[in-house]
């Protein structure tokens, strides 16, 4: 009986060790899911605004009117994407992720475009903003691809 109750105690044990295991790692995933909505849904935003960018700046374009003034939401944009990178190599340090170097590369090529957008709207050469404003919208639309691989990847 003293065997069956070691061994009972033992089981016991291992179980309570494999049921805290298994919090810990299903705490861990909802956090990698819950960090992947968040920047999802960051750069869904920065995208929308720039679409609206490019419209606002195509009717500008069209009607000869000065785009100046949309130099500063470009520029807005552009500081709210910074933000994200730094957040994203922030929380790279506190836990270390493979996929921030490709999404931090893909960010510092769509700021050089913007950049160009800017430059053209602050030079009221509204035409010579919307291909740049448009690649970078497109841009965007493929870093909204790979966060939601990534994430989808991680909820698996």
Do not use: C, Y
């Amino acid at each position: 009986q003293r065997t069956a109750e070691t061994a009972l105690a033992t089981l016991n044990k291992h179980l309570a060790d494999w049921s805290q295991d298994i919090a810990m790692r299903t705490d861990g995933i909802n956090t990698l899911v819950s960090l992947g909505v968040k920047r999802l849904s960051t750069i869904t935003d920065i995208e929308t605004r720039q679409i609206q960018l490019i419209e606002q700046t195509e009717e500008a374009a069209l009607d000869e009117k000065p785009t100046k003034a949309m130099a500063e939401n470009q520029q807005a944009l552009a500081s709210e994407l910074q933000r994200f990178k730094k957040e994203l190599l922030e929380d790279d340090k506190a836990n270390p992720d493979k996929d921030v170097r490709n999404l931090v590369s893909r960010i510092d090529a769509i700021e050089k475009i913007m950049a160009n957008a800017t430059a053209a709207l602050t030079a009221d050469k509204g035409e010579d903003a919307i291909d740049p404003i448009e690649k970078s919208a497109d841009a965007l639309a493929e870093l909204k691809t790979l966060i939601e691989s990534q994430t989808a990847r991680v909820s698996l």
